[in-house]
């Protein structure tokens, strides 16, 4: 177990408790599927923070746990819709939901997931925490038709595109997964704020490197497949900077695999060395340090017990530093 | 309009702007695809449903408004993916968003609706309807598993797994719109009972007709294909009743149609002249009826302005009238 879970260890395993309680259904299939999706070795790393967020401030009820299990299962049930409409085949070293039961069963097992989650949030207690968890429903889902349309432009996206949607995709539940610990433990607007923008930093650098691991990953570490993005004719950040910085041709090169779908195992192998020339990983890292710097900067603003700006702070450089 | 729209036609107005309000979105397409569903002149009696229950009690506030709102939502996201998970093509005489935008769009504004409707519950301000039409949603998402499930069992279906699949395919939105009306208006526990369980018989009746109208009523009328169910393979009661009553060669061919899926426009054919051969539809009129006289029992026992019972009265007899 990671250090930044020692702390919340037995509130961890509550929530894992409140999970299974709640994938319970009479109907088989629903029990199956959801167990399946969260039970496969997620890290559990929007859970924790609720936990943290709200350990931080001496938090002594229950309700955090019900969060923190609400704030998974909205997870889940994102994943599950996002692999039916990434037509994706492998998620966490196992094969995906659609690819086992199909489409059908992923889309309403999703359902009754993110009917579940509001049911942990009522349980709770608190409009308020539920409005942040509400609010950060729709700009997901949003952001998803937003990622959809902008596939279909077949176009580079700008940096500033690019982080819209990783703020939907990532960052929007990894913020509110903060702000609601702090909610729930009675904070004022202004340190809840800083939950908030902590989430945001420490939900990009996430994406970031998911996106990056995408290209200098190696299969059978990141659990899904090297290239999934590739093939799938997403455009992230390592592409975005490599286009900045290439060449008239190694960008004809690039518009035709991305925007005439001519993806190979050869044109990924190229993009890949292309990706070394500009050492595009150090421009990276360079980008996801800065983040991080400002995360811990919010962190130090926060007046919470030390041991859990501790915890928060050690996520946030694990998170930096999984492409290293 | 109908006669039971009349005493809420100003509240009705609100929730239709409440309604416009919350498909705003950044993204076109998202508002598009939403306007498209939620525009595209269905009835609107969930909603109603929730204005009469609370105005039964001479409610005064604004939170009931909302709600109606989020219970119309609820069941348009619903629709978005239930018309995915059907192959549907045809819905209230216009193609089915699926079909114009795709699956994936469907998919993901379904979520967008989804997370609205959470939204504006939170803005109602009770935790108690939150809670109610939370498990509502939930109950609606497993039912739709449970329906998947028996279609691919291939099997002939009791009349109670029938009344347990629409229960919560229909029923249970209807009678969660119907008991947060007088959740929002403070009425007691029995007086909302009673509201439930009116919203069961009301949902029933509408669902039953429906399935019913499937075979027996006519296109251009119904708003979506005739003998789409058929051609689906989903077993209704109609069918149900018709397998009871049929010879064993009868039933032969309604296992090769229904099993193994030999279904054409001939065999449609001879499904209706065997449910008219056994004078099917009249006993889904008693079936129904029965269903109408506990549901205006039920509203006889219940307390409120007798202006707005009528009109719930009205509303389920013309529910029960359709297949007339």
């Not at 309680?21 to 609720?50: D, I, M, W």
Request: overall charge negative; hydrophobic content about 40%.
């Amino acid at each position: 177990m990671k250090n930044y879970y020692k702390i919340i260890e037995s509130e961890m395993l509550r929530v894992n408790e409140l999970i299974l309680l709640h994938l319970r259904s009479e109907e088989k299939l629903v029990e199956v599927v959801s167990k399946y999706l969260v039970n496969s070795g997620g890290k559990r790393v929007r859970p924790a923070l609720t936990l943290l967020c709200a350990g931080l401030f001496g938090y002594k009820g229950e309700s955090h746990t019900k969060l923190a299990a609400a704030v998974e299962f909205i997870h889940a049930a994102t994943l599950l819709h996002d692999d039916v409409v990434d037509d994706s085949s492998m998620r966490r070293f196992q094969a995906t939901a659609n690819t086992v039961w199909g489409n059908k069963t992923s889309i309403l097992v999703g359902d009754f997931l993110f009917s579940q989650s509001f049911k942990m949030m009522v349980d709770a207690g608190s409009i308020e925490a539920l409005s942040r968890l509400s609010a950060a429903s729709a700009i997901i889902a949003e952001g998803e038709v937003v990622q959809l349309v902008r596939l279909s432009e077949k176009r580079m996206l700008s940096i500033q595109e690019y982080e819209k949607i990783i703020h939907s995709k990532t960052a929007e539940l990894f913020s509110a997964a903060c702000e609601v610990g702090g909610i729930i433990a009675l904070q004022d607007q202004e340190v809840n704020k800083k939950l908030c923008e902590f989430g945001v930093k420490l939900g990009a650098v996430f994406q970031i490197i998911d996106d990056t691991l995408d290209y200098f990953g190696k299969q059978g570490e990141i659990g899904k497949n090297i290239g999934d993005d590739f093939y799938e004719g997403k455009i992230t950040l390592p592409i975005i900077l490599l286009y900045k910085a290439a060449t008239i041709e190694e960008r004809k090169f690039l518009d035709d695999a991305f925007f005439l779908d001519e993806r190979t195992e050869v044109s990924f192998d190229q993009v890949c060395q292309a990706l070394e020339k500009y050492n595009i990983k150090h421009e990276i890292i360079n980008y996801t340090t800065k983040l991080t710097a400002e995360g811990f900067s919010l962190l130090e603003q926060i007046p919470g017990d030390k041991l859990y700006i501790n915890s928060l702070k050690e996520l946030l450089h694990h998170a930096a530093s999984r492409a290293n």
